[in-house]
């Protein structure tokens, strides 16, 4: 076989980035768009030895799973990979991968995965259900101003105001922002030369209490006409709460710059998980399924099996979002995260709460744990939400060495945390008792999951 020859192939598998599995003369190959139980008429794209990469050229049979995608771009946006499986396959296919992964990384026996596994937990409407999205602007061929996400593997901006799992405002307020660029002749950011103004467009929402926050991030430190924009915006959303600057002038992919200037209304929105309220600001990490994440946290919290007593630490705390949940029901809740600001969020959130039983502490785990330990404070739960490259060795050598009774690991890479799981069972403390897959990001290929560690 060479490049560009054709080829009739059926799909049985999908890869963890949501491409169609394969093989055909002995060879694997991946191929985007194509979902289980589909027949296709494939072009070859790149061969290796034992695997190749090819195109769908025509479906000749579909899946019985296939869908019509709900949106125009779905196939040129790199954001949703599997909209066109049907919602309740996503979901088989969801949890699945976890039992898989943990069967071939983790090298657990099949029987026993499947007999410890609940059954996924998957979103009610699978739209409309990110609180946040970020909007790289540009030109267009025809030099027209886009807002949109980068193409698959590219940074070809694909003009995609109104993306159906972001909030239906989202739509209005690109337009009002485009309307003040277009108005004030200010030009977007240009990757290549370093020149231009308007980088990225940021909306979060609060979706417990109406609250929408825009951010323009600039190439420069200031902007033209901040009246008029602060018009269009208040103009095309009343949930509007926030409006705000953020510079980043340096010539790097990262969306943030340091400093941040509010130019309307509140430095911060805010919004709950339960009872429990966060305030969040453009750099705040948040996550941005509110619906899952409540239930994410609900099923960590019964699998930490806490009566009232138990002290409880949880690394990688971020802003306390599960710590303060946790706290609720535990004696009390310690959390360890190395980044300072988030640090400083979670105890603002604590105290915003009332909850006096939970505090925090800066720094790397395997540092500040023992210490914390050694002063007296043994930990009976742990619960740990690495992330995405899951838990440093040392982390885990550290938990071994503390012995609590009970680990909860929330993980947003299933792959990773099987690893780590191998390596806490296989010291011969503990089991793996619970395992629970949760769908935060419906149509595309990511999946989370949560699991229930005993001590033997």
Known sequence: MKKNDTFEIEITDLGTHGEGIGRYEGMTFFIKDAIVGDRVLASAMKLKKSYGYARIVEILEPSKNRVEPKCPIAK?????????????????????????????????????????????????NPWRYRNKAQYPVGLDKNGEIVMGFYASHSHRIIDAEDCYLGAEENHDLLEAVKSWMVKNHVKPYDEVTGKGLVRHVLIRQGVHTDQTMVCLIINGT??????GLIAYLKAASERIYSISINVNKKRNNVILGEETRTIWGEDTITDKI????????????FQVNPEQMEKLYQKSLDYAGLTGSEYVYDLYCGIGTISLFLAKKAGHVTGIEIVPEAIQDAKENATRNGIGNADFFAG????????????????DVIMLD???????????ETILGEKPERIVYVSCDPATMARDL??????????????????QFGHTAHCEAVVKLERI
Do not use: H
């Not at 946006?77 to 996503?90: L, S």
């Open 76 to 124: 040129t946006c790199g954001g949703c990979q599997i909209q066109n499986m049907d919602y309740q396959a996503q979901l088989a296919w969801k949890e699945q991968m976890v039992r898989n992964d943990l069967v071939r990384l983790g090298g657990f026996d099949q029987a026993y995965i499947d007999s410890i596994s609940e059954s996924i937990i998957g979103m009610e």
């Open 222 to 227: 200031k902007i033209p006409d901040e009246s």
């Open 274 to 285: 339960g009872d429990i309220s966060f305030r969040i600001s453009p750099k705040s990490f």
């Open 364 to 379: 790397a785990t395997e540092d500040v744990l023992p210490k914390l330990v050694r002063e007296g404070n043994k930990a």
């Open 386 to 396: 690495p992330p995405r490259k899951g838990c440093e060795a040392s982390v885990i």
């Open 422 to 439: 191998k390596l806490f069972c296989e010291s011969g403390e503990y089991r793996l008792t619970k395992v629970c897959a949760v769908d």
